[in-house]
Every structure is written in C-alpha cells, then in structure tokens.
C-alpha cells in the first residue's frame, strides 16, 4: 500500500453519465496529481493541486473537472465522456509540488466508456 | 514538445543476468530522473531517483545519469522472475511545478 487510495476500482460508464472519481491520501502530502495512462501511450498529467489550489491544468477537456476540498482529498469529476477517453486514471502525491519530489500513485481507476 | 524515449521491449534475460534499461530525454533543463515499476494491472512504484551526473546504487538497482547526453539508465543485477515488469522512465520537465514527463516504459521479462 502507497497510502494513497482511489475508487472505485473499475468504472463503466455511457457517454451521457455523469460520475466522479475519489483519491484520498494518508501521507500528509501537500500536492495531489492527476494523470491518464492509455495503452501504448505514456502517463499523461493533468491536473496538479498544491495546498488545495490548482496550480497546472495540462490542457485537459472541460468535460474532466477537478475538485480538490482539502490537502488529502482530490476528486475527478466525469461528464459526456467519449469512447477515446476509457482509460487507467491514477492519483498521485507527493509532499510538496516543487520539481525534486517524489510522486506516490493510488492503484487508480480503470474507466470504460461505452 | 518535451520528450522522454524508452524502447518497449521487450526485454528478456535470463536469471541471474544483468537487465540494462535506457532511456533518453530532450529537455537539457531537466533536474530530476525517476524509474518506476509497474507491475501489470498495478500502478506504479517508485524504485529510483537521481538527480546528479553518475551512479546511485540501491540493493540491486543502480541508476545511471549523464546529463551531457540526456541519458539515463536502470541496472539490475541478478535478475529475479519477479522483477518481470514493465519499467517506466520519468524525467522533471522544467519550470516551477513537479511535472514529471512519462516514457511508454519497457518491458522487461527474466526468463527462469
């Protein structure tokens, strides 16, 4: 275990629903992340949060919406996804947000959009 | 774009041998180089860091930096079956925010 939780595990979903993606960490971490991990592709970021503030937004549709309530909580919020978006999408933390840190990853959320 | 190169794989060796991981990047401004190792359907660990020119040695990983070449590599020595994985590189991309820039990982499966 990282200390860093993710639900649901797996997640299947239609184009027209609407569901949200939960990341808690035990670490007393100050920066949460966001990344999408695609077959054949590398780990794509897309959110980072530090201290509870969005800090980078990695070019990402507006139909994935972060929420980030407090230092150890990060949520995904999903709305008319597509297809290409069925993806791994995994949490990470690490203490701070500054270049040299460490990022711990959650066992993230394997979505499918039908 | 900022880019990190990994050859896929995969990548076999025998038991016992010594497994060679490369991996090159194009950001000259880049501080801090990670590998990871991501079991399949798991996510990844962080077994690695360097952040200075030469090697950092750990239990049977040794990490190798050359910053003049954009080079940096992962060296396991006496390959375990349980060291089948597959190994991602993940180098800082620069500026003020930790933005670690991915490879697609290689493969690495030690044959028994």
């Known amino acids: 275990e990282t200390g860093v939780t993710q639900t649901p595990r797996h997640l299947v979903m239609g184009m027209t629903n609407k569901k949200s993606l939960k990341c808690e960490q035990h670490?007393?971490?100050?920066?949460m992340y966001w990344y999408k991990q695609s077959a054949k592709k590398p780990l794509e970021l897309m959110f980072v949060?530090?201290?509870?503030?969005?800090?980078e937004n990695n070019s990402v549709p507006s139909r994935f919406s972060p929420e980030c309530p407090n230092s150890s909580h990060l949520f995904l919020h999903l709305h008319t996804l597509q297809p290409e978006d069925s993806a791994l999408y995994l949490c990470?933390?690490?203490?701070?947000?500054?270049?040299?840190?460490?990022?711990?990853f959650g066992s993230g959320t394997q979505l499918s959009v039908l | 774009q900022k880019e990190v190169e990994q050859n896929s794989g995969p990548l076999s060796v025998p038991e016992g041998a010594i497994a060679s991981l490369n991996c090159t990047y194009s950001?000259?401004?880049?501080?801090?180089f990670f590998w990871y190792r991501q079991y399949s359907g798991k996510s990844p660990e962080l077994i690695m860091s360097?952040?200075?020119?030469g090697d950092k040695e750990d239990g049977r990983f040794t990490a190798q930096l050359n910053k003049a070449s954009q080079y940096v590599s992962l060296l396991i020595r006496d390959s375990q079956p349980s060291d089948s994985a597959t190994y991602l590189c993940?180098?800082?991309?620069?500026?003020?925010?930790?933005?670690?820039?991915f490879g697609t990982g290689t493969l690495l499966a030690v044959q028994p």
């Open positions: 993940a180098v800082n991309g620069g500026g003020a925010t930790n933005k670690l820039i």
């Open positions: 949060y530090s201290l509870e503030e969005r800090v």
């Open positions: 670490l007393g971490h100050n920066a």
């Open positions: 360097i952040y200075s020119n």
């Open positions: 950001d000259r401004g880049s501080q801090s």
């Open positions: 990470a933390s690490s203490q701070d947000n500054r270049v040299n840190e460490k990022l711990f």
